[in-house]
């Protein structure tokens, strides 16, 4: 807990969809929906998130984010935004630089490559878990979580503490 004077830190989740059909109800990739498995991954991980008080879900508007968001059961509002199916980690921090800073604690829910890039990207090495480090450097599977967390506002977010990570 901080102590007065001290600035309280800004938590950032990045969660990868959970597991995927292999195609979708149409032909188009953005209408996968999730396996019975990725539906099971997605109520596990909301189970670790629900005590985390996530106050904001941004989550892309690909049936099978938009299925983890809502499998997670979170009591957060979500934001569903086109722009994020597909989204590079450049376009999630410049989503992320728009959230106001009163909001302490968001959760991202998009894809690979875009949500490990931006994990790999952000990760302070000095700071960062060394084992939340090691379990996603080369594998980032669906339905993996990390938290990060930092002190400056959104808007300024370039580097953030690795401070867990799980596969779904």
């Not at 996530?54 to 508007?61: G, H, R, Y």
């Not at 993996?144 to 596969?167: K, M, P």
Request: aromatic share 6%; hydrophobic share 40%.
């Amino acid at each position: 807990m901080a102590t007065r004077g001290e600035p309280k830190a800004h938590r950032l989740y990045l969660l990868r969809h959970a597991e995927a059909e292999h195609t979708g109800s149409d032909w188009r990739d953005v209408s996968r929906g999730l396996t019975p498995k990725g539906r099971a991954q997605a109520r596990g991980v909301g189970e670790v998130l629900a005590p985390q008080r996530i106050e904001l879900v941004l989550c892309s508007t690909a049936t099978r984010a938009r299925q983890t968001a809502e499998l997670l059961q979170l009591r957060a509002p979500i934001r569903y935004l086109d722009r994020l199916y597909n989204a590079g980690s450049r376009q999630l921090l410049a989503e992320l630089s728009g959230i106001e800073d009163q909001i302490r604690t968001v959760l991202v829910v998009g894809h690979a490559p875009g949500i490990p890039a931006l994990a790999e990207n952000i990760a302070d090495r000095q700071h960062s878990s060394a084992d939340a480090l090691s379990l996603i450097r080369y594998n980032f599977p669906p339905a993996t979580l990390v938290g990060l967390e930092f002190f400056d506002g959104w808007s300024a977010l370039a580097e953030a503490r690795l401070f867990t990570a799980r596969h779904g």
